[in-house]
C-alpha cells in the first residue's frame, strides 16, 4: 500500500518560498528502501517519515534526503510539527531522532499563522584540521582572503554536522559555483551534512548558503539543522551574548527565500530554531 505523502514548505508562509519537505505520517510498515525511494521521487532535500509513538504528540521520525538517510533535518521537523498541529491541534510534540530526542512546539501567530519551534539536541563545536579547510576553499572556489577574519571556520553539531565558513561580503555569499563531487567527497570524509556558508549583515543578523552535494542536492533553500548548529558556534566562540535571539536568511538566492529564528537562552546549551510552515498545493 502506498502511503499518504504531504508536501510543505519551511521557514515561510508562502509555498514558493522556504524549503520543501515530504512528509509521511505513518510510515509503518515502509522499509529504509522504500522509504529512500519516496524521497528520491520527490527530489525535496529532506523527508520525513513518522512512525507513531505511546499517545499522538509521541513520534520516531526518520529523515531521508534522495540519496542517503541522515541524522537529523530541521526543515523538515518544523513542516512536519505544523502538518500535525494543523490535525491535532497546536501544542507540544517530541520527536524521537537518530539524533536523540527533539521537542518541538506550535504555537498560532495572531493572524492565524502556524510556527514550531524545536530545541535541538547538546551541540559542540570544534576545530578545522588546516588541510581540511583548503580543501573545502578549494572545492568552493573561495579564496581565502574572501573569509570573514572575526568568524573563524568551525565544524558545528546540533544533530548533525555542518563545516561553518563565513563570508567577508555578501557578494561573496552571492557567487556560489562549486565543485559538486570534490565537495561531495570532503563532506563524506568528515561526516558533514551541508557545509554552512554565512554573512554577517548586523550584530543578530545572518545570510546563508548551504551546499548539499551529499544529499544529491545543489543547496538546500532553509536548513534548521544548520541554523541551530550555527547558533551553538556563535555562542561558542563568544560572537553573541549567551542569550540572543538571531535571525538568518536563506533561500534568497535560490528565488525562495525563507526566515529562521535562532534562539539562545542562557544557562541552556540547547538552541532552538523557530519557523512558519505551510502546506504547497
Known sequence: MTPDVLRYSAFTTRPAGGNPAGIVLDATGLTDAGMLKIAADLGYSESAFL??????????????????????????????????????????????????????????????TLRATLTSVEPHVEGVADADLAEALAALDWPAADLDPALAPRISYAGARHLVLAAATRERL????????????????????????????DEFTFHARDPFPVGGVVEDPATGAAAAAFGAYLRALGLVPDAAELTVHQGADMGRPGELTVTLREGDARVRVSGAAVPIP
Not at 538517510?69 to 490535525?87: K, M, N, Y
Open 51 to 112: 512512525t507513531p509513538g505511546p499517545d499522538d504528540r509521541t513520534y520516531t521520525v526518520r529523515y531521508f534526503s534522495p540519496k542517503a538517510e541522515v541524522p537529523f533535518c530541521g526543515h523538515a521537523t518544523v513542516a512536519t510539527a505544523v502538518a500535525l498541529a494543523e490535525r491535532l491541534g497546536t501544542g507540544d510534540f517530541l520527536f524521537r531522532t537518530q539524533a536523540g530526542e527533539v521537542p518541538v512546539t506550535v504555537d498560532a501567530d495572531d493572524d492565524g
Open 174 to 201: 552571492a557567487e556560489l559555483d562549486y565543485d559538486f563531487e570534490r565537495l561531495a567527497a570532503l563532506m563524506r570524509r568528515l561526516d558533514l551534512t551541508t557545509v554552512q556558508l554565512v554573512w554577517r549583515e
